[in-house]
Nanobody, 121 residues
Framework: QVQLVESGGGLVQAGGSLKLSCQAS????????MGWYRQVPGKQRELVAT???????DYADSVKDRFTISRDNVKNTVFLQMNSLKPEDTAVYYC???????????????WGQGTLVTVSS
């Protein structure tokens, strides 16, 4: 069983910065794409940023040039550096990973429990 544990959320003023971390633990053979999604109550969960094992990046238009995703493949950890935060970035941020537990098993989607980011105006 694989778990994703997020940390780094909190309260910050508009224009400030936060860095989220998410570490995968458990029986892990390899991790494909890792990423961050966010959700506001009453709305669908939306993609923030993803990074492939090889370093390929994808960002939502709303966070380009402000957020940076990175990963440490040795530590099975993904990071999200968030700069120039806006009140509309307020949401619960979820970590996501595609994980394979053995060489022969398929990749399985795993989600973290979520961490709240609140940006005050």
């Amino acid at each position: 069983q694989v778990q994703l544990v997020e940390s780094g959320g909190g309260l910050v003023q508009a224009g400030g910065s936060l860095k989220l971390s998410c570490q995968a633990s458990g029986t892990i053979f390899s991790i494909n794409t890792m990423g961050w999604y966010r959700q506001v109550p009453g709305k669908q969960r939306e993609l923030v940023a993803t990074i492939t094992r090889g370093g390929g990046l994808d960002y939502a238009d709303s966070v380009k040039d402000r957020f940076t995703i990175s990963r440490d493949n040795v530590k099975n950890t993904v990071f999200l550096q968030m700069n120039s935060l806006k009140p509309e970035d307020t949401a619960v941020y979820y970590c996501h990973a595609e994980v394979r537990s053995t060489l022969l098993s398929p990749y399985v989607e795993v989600w973290g429990q979520g961490t709240l980011v609140t940006v005050s105006s």
